[in-house]
C-alpha cells in the first residue's frame, strides 16, 4: 500500500491500517498520538505503548500521509505496517539500548565521584581546596547536559506542541536541581562555617548538600 492510498479504498476494501509509532517514551505520548488521529474526521485510532503500534480505523477514505503527517505534528514518526509483508529485521531497538547504555555508563563514571566528593566538601569545609567549585561544575556537565540529552530534547518537544510527558518532569528536575547548585557553590559556599556539619547541611544558608547531578 502507498503511502498517499486512501485508507478503505484498496482493492480489498480495507478500512483499518496500522503504524508502527516512535519516539513514544511514557504512556502520555500514546495518549497524545491518540488524540491526535481521532480528531481526524472518520478516524477512530487506538495506540499501545507497550507495542509502539497504532491501530487506525476510517469511516471516509483518508491518505495515509495524512495519518502520518498528524502523528508527525505531535513530535512523533508514523511508518506504516503492511499487511502482506513479512516482518523485517530491524535492530532500532538494539541501538537504542546501545545509543541509552552509553549515556548511562558516562553518567555513572562522573556521578559517583562528583556526588561523593560534594558531599565531603558540604560536611568538612575545610577540605575545600582552590578551584573547587569549577571541579564540580566540570564534572556535573556531562552529566546533566549530554547524559541527559534525551530527556530535555524531549521536553523541548513537548514545549513545542504545549503538552508535557514525563521526560518534561525529569528535565524540569535535573535543570532546577543543578541551577539551584550551581548558584549554592558559587554563591553561598562561603556563608558556611567549618565544623558546622549535618546541621549545617540542612539549615544554614551556604550549607545545602550540592545536587549537581541529581
Wanted: glycine residues 8%.
Amino acid at each position: 500500500m502507498s503511502v498517499n492510498t486512501p485508507v478503505g479504498t484498496t482493492p480489498a476494501g480495507l478500512a483499518q491500517v496500522e503504524f508502527a509509532i516512535g519516539g513514544m517514551t511514557c504512556a502520555a505520548c500514546a495518549a497524545r498520538v491518540e488524540r491526535k488521529l481521532n480528531k481526524l474526521d472518520g478516524v477512530t485510532a487506538t495506540v499501545n505503548f507497550a507495542t509502539e503500534k497504532a491501530s487506525v480505523h476510517t469511516a471516509t477514505p483518508i491518505r495515509t500521509a495524512d495519518l502520518i503527517a498528524e502523528v508527525e505534528r505531535a513530535g512523533y514518526h508514523a511508518e506504516l505496517i503492511e499487511p502482506d509483508q513479512p516482518p523485517a529485521e530491524d535492530d532500532t531497538d538494539d541501538r537504542h539500548v546501545r545509543y541509552l547504555w552509553r549515556r548511562l555508563v558516562i553518567a555513572l563514571l562522573l556521578a559517583a565521584p562528583v556526588g561523593d566528593l560534594s558531599i565531603t566538601l558540604a560536611l568538612v569545609p575545610s577540605l575545600r581546596f582552590p578551584g573547587w567549585p569549577w571541579v564540580l561544575l566540570a564534572l556535573t556537565i556531562p552529566v546533566v547536559g549530554w547524559a541527559a540529552w534525551p530527556f530535555h530534547r524531549k521536553a523541548l518537544v513537548n514545549l513545542r506542541h504545549r503538552s508535557a510527558s514525563m521526560d518534561t518532569l525529569v528535565s524540569m528536575g535535573i535543570t532546577a536541581a543543578s541551577c539551584w547548585s550551581i548558584y549554592t557553590i558559587f554563591f553561598h559556599s562561603q556563608d558556611t562555617a567549618a565544623g558546622t556539619g549535618v546541621w549545617g547541611l540542612i539549615f544554614a544558608p551556604g550549607g545545602s548538600v550540592y545536587l549537581e547531578v541529581a
